[in-house]
């Protein structure tokens, strides 16, 4: 009876969407990493894992079947990530992150097992010196 609960209620056409550039971020920012359900499927009761595969620890964000699994996630973004509880009944499964720092640069990956879907959002961080927005080319030397 799950498999027909699951089909019915998760459609195997559902795609889950990303940008289609990378997001540009100054440091301090609260930021939005967009990616959604198309067509529109309810993603509350379901498993949303926002990752960043070149960290060790690599959980982002865990959602399970309407909670979010804080003990799972890497310590850099305790506090400061989060699903918007109200859109992901229409399958909006974007990632709120707050407090930009230049360690948050790099490639986020957005998964939903159930769906086997995923999409992929390049989040690049600049910093201001003296009003003017500046890359982190130090890490470049």
């Known amino acids: 009876m799950s498999k027909i609960w699951n089909f019915i209620h998760h459609p195997p056409d559902s795609q889950l969407i990303g ?3 990378q997001i540009v971020a100054i440091v301090g920012d609260d930021i939005i990493l967009p990616s959604h359900l198309e067509p529109a499927v309810d993603a509350f009761d379901m498993i949303v894992e926002w990752t960043r595969p070149d960290l060790d620890h690599r959980f982002v964000l865990q959602w399970y079947h ?7 996630k890497h310590p850099s973004y305790d506090g400061r990530t ?6 992901l009944t229409n399958g909006d499964v974007s ?3 707050s407090e930009v720092k230049l360690s948050d640069e ?3 990956r957005c998964f939903i097992p159930s769906l086997d879907r995923e999409s992929i959002v390049e ?3 600049a910093f201001l010196i003296f009003g003017l927005v500046r890359r982190n080319y130090l890490k470049f030397i």
């Open 19 to 21: 940008p289609p550039q």
């Open 66 to 72: 309407g909670w979010e699994l804080e003990h799972k």
């Open 82 to 87: 989060s699903l918007s509880l109200g859109k």
């Open 95 to 97: 990632l709120k992150l």
């Open 106 to 108: 790099g490639k986020y």
């Open 123 to 125: 989040l690049v961080v």
